[in-house]
Nanobody, 120 residues
Framework: QVQLVESGGGLVQPGGSLRLSCAAS????????MGWYRQAPGKQRELVAT???????NYADSVKGRVTISRDNAKNTVYLDLNGLKPEDTAVYYC??????????????WGQGTQVTVSS
């Protein structure tokens, strides 16, 4: 199985920055697309950004120009740099990874979530 450990959330003032990290571990054979999603209170979980194994990225329109996703394949880690944060960015941010395990097929895995709160 694959375990995901997220870190980096917290309370930040509007206009501030945060870096979220998500490290994957376990019986990993290969990791494919990695991404970040978020869920605000009373709303559905939504895509923030994804990055392919080769580095191709995709961003939600709401965060384009303010957010950068990156990954370190050697460390099985994906990062999310959040800049110019707005109160509407307040949400629980979840890491999602498509990975194959030794002897198994490709499945999607979710992290436990990390809270990002933007408030003055």
């Amino acid at each position: 199985q694959v375990q995901l450990v997220e870190s980096g959330g917290g309370l930040v003032q509007p206009g501030g920055s945060l870096r979220l990290s998500c490290a994957a571990s376990g019986s990993i054979f290969s990791i494919y697309t990695m991404g970040w999603y978020r869920q605000a209170p009373g709303k559905q979980r939504e895509l923030v950004a994804t990055i392919s194994r080769g580095g191709s990225t995709n961003y939600a329109d709401s965060v384009k120009g303010r957010v950068t996703i990156s990954r370190d394949n050697a460390k099985n880690t994906v990062y999310l740099d959040l800049n110019g944060l707005k109160p509407e960015d307040t949400a629980v941010y979840y890491c999602n990874v498509a990975a194959s395990v030794l002897g198994g097929g490709v499945n999607g895995y979710w992290g436990q979530g990390t809270q990002v709160t933007v408030s003055s």
